[in-house]
């Protein structure tokens, strides 16, 4: 590395590359492939070079934002922003991006009627695999890597829980299998699949064209996941932020430490205490059993 006035220089790329990994080290190997994939995103669009300016991660942000979401592109520049301090690379004159939450939200989530619909059309699907899929996503909000992560084995028919090992932290808890979805998750786990991220977004869109007749750009689990979050918050519901926080999985905000200490031993019994509450006035389990109710 070589000072040049104010400006440091790297002898080679390979040295930024070096320096990376060694400071990677430290964090867990998911927020290493998360930073890695940034900067392999980075290094891609504005070229593999010995120094980078301010003018590189302008180009950068420049040539993405059209294909990700606006809490992805933020998320993109703090990353690019924090590898710059790492490799001690200047970015005075870039302004850092803000984001409202709630434009994600809105911008990508499901109507009701929408998600009604994907259910009482479940029989379209066709295998018992994607079923499940749609049960879970409608019934427990699953994101998409935490139903890659259910194996057969976390579901438990006899004693009528799955266990989910969550995203981002969240809580890894058993969730309580309500009689209508009995025989959904029975022969889910008989024909369970071994399928990546990115197959699940292919059959996602499956999903959705069979169900909908439509595909929507961007649309994925969380659409499905924010509209059921949206449904159970209305007051007309009646369930309490707390219950709504343990059932959905969050580990953040006011509960965080709490979440901590449940979620280093589920339990089996937490199932029926949280989920036996939501589940009464879960309006997508009703629109469940009105599905099968038509088909048998």
Request: aromatic content about 10%; overall charge positive.
């Amino acid at each position: 590395m070589l000072h040049i006035g104010d400006t440091i220089m790297y002898r080679s790329f390979e040295e930024i590359e070096q320096k990376l990994e060694t400071n990677l080290k430290q964090y867990t190997k998911a927020t290493q492939a998360s930073r890695r994939s940034i900067y392999k995103s980075f290094f891609n669009t504005v070229g593999r070079k010995n120094v980078y300016t301010d003018e590189d991660i302008i180009n950068y942000i420049e040539a993405i934002k059209d294909k990700v979401k606006p809490s992805t592109l933020a998320n993109a520049q703090r990353y690019i922003l924090r590898m710059y301090d790492i490799l001690g690379f200047k970015h005075d004159n870039v302004k850092k991006m803000k984001f409202s939450p709630y434009t994600d939200v809105t911008k990508r989530i499901f109507s009701k009627q929408e998600v009604d619909q994907m259910i009482l059309k479940h029989t379209n699907l066709g295998h018992p695999y994607t079923v499940g899929v749609l049960f879970l996503s409608t019934i427990y909000a699953m994101r998409r890597v935490e139903i890659v992560n259910l194996k057969a084995e976390h579901i438990d028919i006899d004693e009528k829980v799955i266990y989910i090992s969550t995203a981002k932290g969240g809580n890894k808890r058993y969730s309580l299998i309500p009689d209508v979805g009995i025989d959904i998750m029975r022969n889910m786990k008989n024909n369970m699949m071994n399928i990546n991220k990115t197959d699940m977004n292919t059959l996602f869109k499956v999903i959705m064209f069979k169900t909908l007749g439509y595909n929507r750009d961007g649309f994925g689990f969380h659409a499905i996941r924010r509209r059921v979050i949206v449904e159970l918050s209305k007051p007309e519901i009646g369930l309490d932020q707390l219950t709504i926080v343990r059932f959905i999985r969050w580990s953040s905000g006011i509960h965080s430490t709490l979440s901590k200490y449940l979620s280093a031993e589920p339990l089996k019994e937490e199932a029926n205490t949280i989920d036996k509450e939501v589940l009464k006035v879960h309006p997508f389990l009703k629109t469940w059993e009105k599905a099968l109710c038509s088909h048998t």
